[in-house]
């Protein structure tokens, strides 16, 4: 069946520095959607990648959508203190609204 | 502002006991989401559910069944509850493929 590993399952970064996150599924996705789940929240949408190659930005973070839609990424840029939580992808699988999680990054930063 | 609530925030109960875990949306989303989160494991699908009466197995399904006589409500059965069903289950919502808006979760605790 599809999997969606991700990597790395936890990141400690100084406050200011950068972070990167990495999900890859077994099988082509229809779209891929990331998540953020801040210490004993629930996750909370961040964005929808669709099309091969995809680059989106918001404000300081920047997914990217692999070109055979296969992986993704999560780039934070001078991370801060609000940043900490855990992150996950959820690649759709096509055809149907089936959406498998990866098993999430967890992000310490460090003032 | 969707909101998705659920029935209880945490929930002990004994081995062998029947357990019933609601939830309720208010945007009329047609699909409906169960998962478990356990630590290292992520995000597993038990069920979801496309439509009112409709349902498809997930990753994860077996102990577990579901039931959605209204479109708004989508609930959660463990027929005969373990020990390995103690985690924290989140109930989840959406429009189409468009982006889930999850419930706070419920913690469950069986001895």
């Known amino acids: 069946g599809q999997q969606v590993m991700q990597i790395p399952q936890y990141q400690h970064v100084q406050e200011g520095e950068d972070f990167t996150t990495y999900c890859n599924s077994s099988?082509?996705?229809?779209?891929i959607q990331w998540y953020k789940q801040r210490p004993g929240g629930h996750p909370v949408f961040l964005i929808q990648l669709v099309k091969s190659g995809e680059v989106k930005k918001q404000k300081r973070l920047t997914f990217q959508f692999g070109e055979a839609k296969k992986n993704s990424s999560l780039h934070i840029t001078a991370t801060q203190t609000t940043d900490v939580g855990t992150y996950f992808c959820a690649g759709g699988d096509k055809g149907t609204y089936k959406y498998i999680f990866g098993t999430g990054t967890r992000l310490k930063v460090l003032a | 502002d969707v909101k998705v609530t659920q029935s209880s925030r945490y929930l002990v109960k004994r081995t062998g006991e029947k357990v019933f875990l609601e939830c309720v949306q208010d945007m009329d989303h047609e699909n409906m989401f169960w998962y478990r989160q356990d630590p290292g494991l992520g995000l597993r699908l038990i069920y979801f559910s496309y439509d009112v009466k409709m349902k498809e197995k997930g990753d994860i399904p077996e102990g577990y069944s579901v039931s959605r006589e209204k479109k708004e409500r989508f609930s959660l059965i463990l027929e005969s509850a373990s020990t390995n069903q103690t985690s924290m289950y989140l109930c989840?919502?959406?429009?189409?493929?468009?982006?889930?808006?999850f419930g706070p979760g419920t913690r469950l605790t069986v001895t």
């Open positions: 989840a919502s959406s429009f189409g493929s468009s982006k889930k808006y």
């Open positions: 099988t082509t996705l229809s779209n």
